[in-house]
T-cell receptor, first 116, second 114 residues
Framework: DTGVSQDPRHKITKRGQNVTFRCDPI?????LYWYRQTLGQGPEFLTY????????KSRLLSDRFSAERPKGSFSTLEIQRTEQGDSAMYLC??????????????FGEGSRLTVL | AQSVTQLGSHVSVSEGALVLLRCNYS??????LFWYVQYPNQGLQLLLK??????LVKGINGFEAEFKKSETSFHLTKPSAHMSDAAEYFC????????????FGTGTQLKVEL
């Protein structure tokens, strides 16, 4: 299967701990996105990369959040000093060059975070 | 700011009945509009999209949507529901002019009953 993969699928942590999620996009896709989805809401944009460059960050991405895509392939999303409000599904998506404006993103199954 | 509103967080239909999921957008310029579907334990996938070509757009699995500028709507329909259509459906928008930063609605959970 060559879809977008995310790891781990589920993470339970205690408040104050750091967590890191990994996303492996479809191999030929140069754009990578992170979204957050809470219960009863649609996905909310967090940030996106074109190759290794982080081109846009949402105001939802507080200083405790950091995303990287060091070699333009996989990406990590780290949350430091987690809070209960960080509990959500974190979605990763990718798209190839040339699809700008088409809105066709390929999503992974998500990483569910529960902060106790 | 561009946004979409989905009316009805839960919709229930009988198998074989018409499916109608509502989406209205707010935009000062013609946007690009999308419907995504999320089946249980799967990632979101694109169902169909409107990008200023034909106003009636056909998607996968027999779904279609019509862009109506006068009503600022982009409702999703399917003539005959199937049990396999049970899923959560999200309307989404990109501001006119392009980009890939989707803004999603809150979703509609579709239940299909025998």
């Amino acid at each position: 299967d060559t879809g977008v993969s995310q790891d781990p699928r589920h993470k339970i942590t205690k408040r104050g701990q750091n967590v890191t999620f990994r996303c492996d996009p479809i191999s030929e896709h140069n754009r990578l996105y992170w979204y957050r989805q809470t219960l009863g809401q649609g996905p909310e944009f967090l940030t996106y990369f074109q190759n290794e460059a982080q081109l846009e960050k949402s105001r939802l991405l507080s200083d405790r959040f950091s995303a990287e895509r060091p070699k333009g392939s996989f990406s990590t999303l780290e949350i430091q000093r987690t809070e209960q409000g960080d509990s959500a599904m974190y979605l990763c998506a990718s798209s190839p060059q040339g699809t700008v404006g088409t809105g066709e993103l390929f999503f992974g199954e998500g990483s569910r975070l529960t902060v106790l | 700011a561009q946004s979409v509103t989905q009316l009805g967080s839960h919709v229930s239909v009988s198998e074989g009945a018409l499916v109608l999921l509502r989406c209205n957008y707010s935009s000062s310029v013609p946007p690009y509009l999308f419907w995504y579907v999320q089946y249980p334990n799967q990632g979101l996938q694109l169902l169909l999209k409107y990008t200023s070509a034909a106003t009636l757009v056909k998607g996968i699995n027999g779904f279609e949507a019509e862009f109506k500028k006068s009503e600022t709507s982009f409702h999703l329909t399917k003539p005959s529901a199937h049990m396999s259509d049970a899923a959560e459906y999200f309307c989404a928008v990109i501001p006119g002019g392009g980009g890939n930063k989707l803004t999603f609605g809150t979703g509609t959970q579709l239940k299909v009953e025998l």
